[in-house]
Nanobody
Framework: QVQFVESGGGLVQPGGSLRLSCAAS????????MGWYRQAPGMERELVAA????????NYADSVKDRFTISRDNAKNTVYLQMNSLKPEDTAVYYC?????????WGQGTQVTVSS
């Protein structure tokens, strides 16, 4: 079955960096676009970044442009989110997601906390 397993979250000081990873399984990874969403307490889940199946095109939420970079390694069935210059408002649970056979799947999420 389709599975996404995120890792790499944690506690970081403002201005710091983290790299999230999402290992995918159960489908042909290289055929599908992938994305990262986040959800802060009391807020709706929002798109952070997305990438096409080949990695040739990406898009970002305005709030993370020029700070976050989404990438993928199709040989490893993994998508990444490099997060730099982190701010307290980036604190959230980050979810990996993809639409496979017209159904959206989510990982379990990884907590990112930005605090001094």
């Amino acid at each position: 079955q389709v599975q996404f397993v995120e890792s790499g979250g944690g506690l970081v000081q403002p201005g710091g960096s983290l790299r999230l990873s999402c290992a995918a399984s159960g489908f042909t990874f290289s055929r599908y676009g992938m994305g990262w969403y986040r959800q802060a307490p009391g807020m709706e889940r929002e798109l952070v970044a997305a990438i096409t199946n080949t990695g040739g095109s990406t898009n970002y939420a305005d709030s993370v442009k020029d700070r976050f970079t989404i990438s993928r390694d199709n040989a490893k069935n993994t998508v990444y989110l490099q997060m730099n210059s982190l701010k307290p408002e980036d604190t959230a649970v980050y979810y990996c997601t993809g639409v496979v056979a017209f159904q959206r799947y989510w990982g379990q999420g990884t907590q990112v906390t930005v605090s001094s």
